[in-house]
């Protein structure tokens, strides 16, 4: 505990010299995919596990560097030449390099056994872009300049993107590609500005430089606001959320979980970084912004993923309302410590960065169980899946998990996060700012809403893929996943368990994180390793083991009772046919059936589409399709000027060599005339 | 009125003539004679670079007056000709604005050139300073007759007949350019022809014609 709280500066950055070597491992494993590109043994069988072995090294130098609680630095000769590359683990990147590398851990085994040959891309090729894709991220979360930042970050979003397109053939999936490439871009250059204003007139890069410049109030909230546009437009803050319901479909699964899992979570990182650290002490009511948005990205978020039919687009949605809760915890650590409530703002951000640890382990869970479920079926429509659990048990099983876990329900991970936010959300009443402390804990509502309607969205994602009956013939070909692909589910279910049963020794670890960042850390009022109490004041706390325990107990004796009470006169019967004994598989609730009290209740947020089955028709099928208002309200407008102005741009275009000549002509007689006014 | 020196005299006839013949090319519409009279120009500035050489002692200005002959009134014409005999091009179609319009916005240009020149020549101290105005009206006369015209030769013979403006300028102004600078500008005129040439043939190839509007459909359309 005395190390936690007064970090030492190590003398020789052994962890971070093993951390860019892991980086470079995973540069060298992705080239090496180029040997022989079509080979699947080569890449699948050994370069991806290898990888995989990576990202767990990461995971532990990452874990040791977190408890230790020290800063390194490293100076490589590269890059610009008056800008070298500088690096720095402090706690804020060890504990997202220990995101990165532990679900990326379970992500490559999946992969390892996912990629097939004939899927768009070659295997080989893949295993490059993959693999430079985890090198760049971790190259984010350990820059210390702007340079390396940036280059690092563009690298990112260029890997990102040929992985999405790995199905180029197909011009919706180029689309969807294009639309993500482009909001990265705009975020980009919304940081390329935000570094700009930071570097406050020293025109030093390094981040070392923008903590310790002077800047105006004026200049911070101008750095904050385009930190908070850029960081927004990748992490999928609403309304800079599109690409995400575009992309994830798009993407290959392990892509998918990769991207939502952790490449979301560095956004969240950079915005940390931004706001918490380079900024210096936060304003206070810089906070709303990202609180506003965050609240309303959770509804909207999850009401989108209400109402989805297609498995990867209903994933997506709910990482959008998961940053939705994050950028919520970020507002509020803001506020909390821009108003002086240190302990507070310790525990808000305490909440932030377990959702995120939890987000990354549950959404790859279910982005890589969707993934299986696509391979055995080929379908990726809700309204023509179900019943898998006979045919898939490992995969139906595992995801099981993740699905309890993002509903919220205790002892896994989910509750704890969000358990926490609201415990943090209770405190807002102790600001000394008028009308605020009335609003926020009102605004509360909103997260609660997002919960409980998170939880109903799982419920139709679980229940419409596994549970029920098939609901086309098909669905008895679909087969379980493979064994590389049961490790890497395994692990991040058990990842899922793990954070949900031990929370009070993962908020210790996170407790140099807060020491860093806002200069506090959560008090332990209890004792007991098994219970979680982070607040003195009030008695509340949470106990999952005790709590695990008594559920199992609970479920045993009912067991063991059923058992003694009706010896020899059990039967087995088909489910839920109420005795009448021929159940059809189009009796059963549709997706779309599901979502309709959602979508009847929230009709001004979609613009929907029906299609309705005439009368005659023997099959009848009921469809609709769900678009989202903001394409026509926002995009549309914006990218109509844009091509408006286009087009009066190209008037200038005639085509005709003398019109060019003529602009030359004319540009320097202008530039004569004014050198002879001078 | 002050006795101006002979060769000074001289030298200001030949800048007067370069003039001349650059309202010349303006005006001239047969692509043959296009050409001789841009041998003719390069003939007087190749005799103005002898002049200044002999006048100045500098010897790097006679190898500038060889290479002058040599390129700009034996090597160049001789492959123009060629050219225009393959291509069978001889006259230029009407230019985008008659010949008289033409002839007023360079008197207009002329003007313009020498009021810039002003304050240039002042600073100068060559022998040949008043000719700036003179080699600045020939580099954007020549300019206007690229803008004027539609067929390719005749285009090219306007970035041509700028070249020759430029090394007037330069010469007036400074007494040449350094001669590796001055080599290298004669061999990308050079090579211009010569690249130009060969677009000429794949220009004709696809359109059947050298006429430069065909180009327009190239545009991207909306």
Not at chain 1, 373 to 402: D, F, K, Q, S, Y
Not at chain 1, 511 to 538: C, D, I, K
Not at chain 2, 9 to 32: E, T
Request: hydrophobic share 55%; with cysteine.
């Amino acid at each position: 505990m005395h190390r936690l709280l007064h970090p030492v500066a190590a003398s020789f950055p052994m962890l971070l010299i093993g951390c860019v070597g892991l980086l470079l491992g995973w540069t060298v494993i992705g080239l090496a995919g180029l040997v022989r590109p079509r080979s699947v043994v080569l890449a699948g069988r050994l370069l991806f596990p290898l990888g995989a072995l990576l990202g767990l090294a990461l995971a532990l130098l990452a874990g040791a560097s977190l408890l230790g609680g020290g800063i390194e630095r490293l100076i490589l000769p590269i890059g610009l030449p008056s800008l070298p590359m500088h690096l720095r683990l402090d706690p804020l990147s060890s504990i997202f390099l220990l995101l990165l590398g532990a679900s990326s851990f379970g992500i490559s085994l999946f992969a390892g056994g996912y990629f097939r040959v004939g899927e768009g891309t070659a295997p080989g090729l893949l295993c490059l872009q993959y693999h430079l894709f985890l090198a760049a991220m971790g190259l984010v979360l350990i820059a210390d300049d702007a340079y390396s930042f940036l280059v690092a970050w563009e690298v990112m979003a260029l890997a990102s993107y040929f992985l999405v397109t790995t199905q180029h053939r197909i011009a919706e999936i180029r689309r969807a590609g294009f639309i993500y490439l482009l909001m990265a871009h705009v975020g980009a250059i919304c940081l390329l500005l935000c570094f700009g204003v930071l570097q406050g007139g020293s025109w030093h890069f390094t981040f070392h430089a923008m903590r310790s410049a002077h800047l105006s109030l004026g200049w911070a909230t101008v750095a904050f606001a385009l930190a908070l546009l850029g960081f927004g437009a990748k992490a999928g803050l609403v309304p800079l959320h599109v690409w995400l319901p575009e992309a994830h479909p798009a993407a290959p699964s392990p892509v998918s979980a990769l991207m939502s899992g952790v490449m979301l979570k560095t956004a969240v990182y950079g915005m940390l970084r931004v706001g918490l650290d380079l900024l210096g002490r936060p304003v206070w009511w810089w906070g709303l912004a990202p609180l506003i948005l965050g609240l309303f990205t959770i509804v909207y978020g999850v009401l989108f993923a209400a109402v989805q039919t297609d498995m990867k687009r209903l994933l997506a949605y709910s990482s959008v309302e998961n940053i939705g809760m994050v950028f919520t915890g970020i507002g509020l650590t803001i506020v909390f410590a821009g108003s002086g409530l240190k302990v507070f703002a310790a525990l808000a951000l305490l909440a932030t960065l377990y959702h995120c640890l939890n987000h990354a382990f549950m959404k790859s869970l279910l982005f890589l169980g969707t993934g299986s479920v696509l391979h055995a079926t080929g379908e990726r429509n809700l309204g023509r899946l179900g019943g898998l659990i006979h045919r898939m048990p490992w995969v139906a099983w595992l995801t099981l998990i993740g699905t309890l876990a993002i509903a919220g329900l205790p002892p896994l991970n989910g509750f704890v996060s969000e358990w926490l936010l609201l415990q943090s959300f209770l405190f807002t009443g102790h600001l000394p700012h008028a009308f605020v402390n009335l609003l926020i804990p009102m605004a509360m509502a909103l997260v609660v809403l997002g919960a409980a309607l998170a939880g109903y969205v799982m419920v139709k994602f679980y229940g419409v893929i596994f549970l029920g009956q098939p609901r086309e013939a098909a669905l008895a070909r679909a087969h379980d996943c493979g064994w590389l692909e049961r490790i890497g589910l395994t692990w991040l279910a058990v990842g899922c368990v793990a954070l949900g049963l031990f929370p009070l020794q993962v908020i210790r670890a996170l407790g140099a994180v807060t020491h860093q960042l806002v200069g506090a850390v959560v008090p332990q009022s209890s004792s007991h390793w098994w219970l979680l109490a982070p607040v003195p004041e009030r008695s509340v706390s949470y106990a999952p083991l005790v709590f695990l325990t008594a559920t199992l107990a609970v479920v045993l004796m009912t067991v063991l009772a059923v058992r003694l009470a009706y010896r020899q006169r059990e039967r087995r019967g088909p489910a839920w046919d109420c005795g009448a004994g021929n159940l059809t598989a189009r009796m059963q609730d549709t997706a779309e059936g599901f979502g309709q009290p959602i979508r009847h209740l929230f009709q001004p947020f979609f613009q929907i589409e029906r299609e309705l089955p005439e009368p005659t028709d023997r099959a009848p099928r009921y469809r609709v399709v769900v678009r989202e208002r903001i394409w026509r309200l926002m995009y549309e407008p914006i990218s109509g000027a844009v091509e408006g102005l286009a087009n009066i741009a190209a008037r200038l275009q005639q085509g005709r060599i003398s019109v060019y000549l003529l602009y030359s002509f004319l540009t320097l007689l202008v530039l004569l005339a004014v050198a002879l006014i001078r | 009125m002050t006795h101006l020196p002979l060769y000074q005299q001289l030298l200001d006839s030949c800048a007067a003539l370069l003039l001349l013949l650059s309202f010349a090319m303006l005006s001239q519409r047969r692509v043959v004679a296009l050409v001789n009279l841009y041998a003719v120009q390069g003939a007087v500035l190749a005799a103005t670079t002898l002049l200044l050489a002999w006048r100045t002692g500098q010897d790097h200005l006679y190898v500038s007056a060889a290479l002058t002959l040599a390129l700009k009134v034996m090597l160049l014409p001789w492959l123009l000709h060629r050219l225009i005999r393959r291509l069978q091009v001889h006259r230029d179609t009407e230019p985008l604005l008659n010949v008289s319009g033409i002839m007023l916005v360079g008197l207009v240009i002329v003007v313009f050139a020498f009021s810039l020149a002003q304050p240039i020549t002042r600073l100068a101290s060559t022998a040949t300073r008043s000719a700036i105005g003179i080699a600045l009206a020939v580099v954007l006369l020549a300019f206007l007759m690229m803008i004027t015209r539609r067929k390719a030769v005749s285009q090219v013979m306007g970035f041509l007949s700028m070249e020759n403006g430029v090394l007037f300028g330069a010469m007036s102004a400074s007494y040449g350019m350094p001669m590796i600078v001055e080599l290298g500008i004669a061999l990308d005129v050079l090579v211009a022809v010569l690249v130009l040439g060969v677009f000429f043939f794949q220009i004709r190839e696809q359109f059947d014609s050298l006429d430069l509007h065909h180009l327009e459909s190239l545009k991207e359309h909306q």
